[in-house]
């Protein structure tokens, strides 16, 4: 088979964010969970924080804040360093559950999937039901199984992602998990899952990938 590569707020303001993001990740598929995820999380940190009633930590904030200002700059190691005494010290506190998610995010981007996969996954046993950053760990998850090349396992990411018609990553756990069971050879369920993207309407650059894969696998 052919080598695929992978590819209070108010709610319409926080939806045309969310579609402008979903189409960069889908156009920029090898630097989507880098830039994709990492925007995501960025523009949406301070909701993150002030939406709860959790207590707030000093030094837990403080951690945070720093390791964003070493990730904004591209200061890898410094921004590594921090996180992982954030996660170490603080693993139970907001701050602490999204430095999981960062480690995830900056192993990935390094190539460091089984990493990558160990810090995505202790944000999900943390984190289960965040709107936005539980589908996007999931996301992130699954792309870095792709990168183990355990397909199996990154349908299964994928598939829960697909549990939540609302989520803002729907469409794009779709598309993923379509391409994914073509690439695992499961054509038919490829085909189904592709066109019932498509009768959906996506965003244009969401359906163009969509009507790529669905002709592949229909060779």
């Known amino acids: 088979m052919k080598s695929i590569k992978r590819g209070t707020y ?22 989507s969970i880098w830039i994709g995820i990492g925007v995501v999380a960025v523009i949406v940190v301070a909701i993150y924080f002030f939406s709860s009633g959790e207590a707030q930590n000093p030094e837990a904030d403080l951690l945070h804040t720093q390791a964003m200002a070493f990730m904004t700059t591209g200061r890898i190691q410094e921004t590594e360093t921090v996180l992982l005494e954030l996660t170490q010290k603080f693993a139970n506190t907001r701050p602490g559950k999204i430095g999981f998610y960062y480690l995830g995010v900056l192993y990935y981007n390094t190539g460091r999937f089984e990493e990558a ?26 792309c870095t199984a792709e990168g183990l090349k355990d397909y199996e396992l990154a349908r299964k990411y994928y598939e829960r992602i697909l549990k939540n018609e609302d989520s803002p990553f729907y469409q794009l756990g779709m598309l993923a998990y379509g391409r994914v ?39």
Do not use: C, W
């Open 10 to 31: 108010k709610e319409d303001e926080f939806q045309s964010t969310m579609r402008k993001i979903m189409k960069y990740i889908v156009r920029h598929r090898e630097t």
């Open 117 to 142: 996969l160990d810090a995505f996954d202790a944000f999900l046993r943390r984190q289960k039901n965040d709107y936005l950053l539980t589908p996007s760990a999931l996301y992130g998850a699954g």
């Open 181 to 219: 069971s073509g690439i695992m050879g499961d054509t038919e369920t490829a085909k189904e899952i592709l066109e019932s993207l498509l009768a959906q309407n996506p965003v244009p650059d969401i359906a163009t990938d969509a009507q790529f894969y669905l002709g592949y696998f229909s060779e």
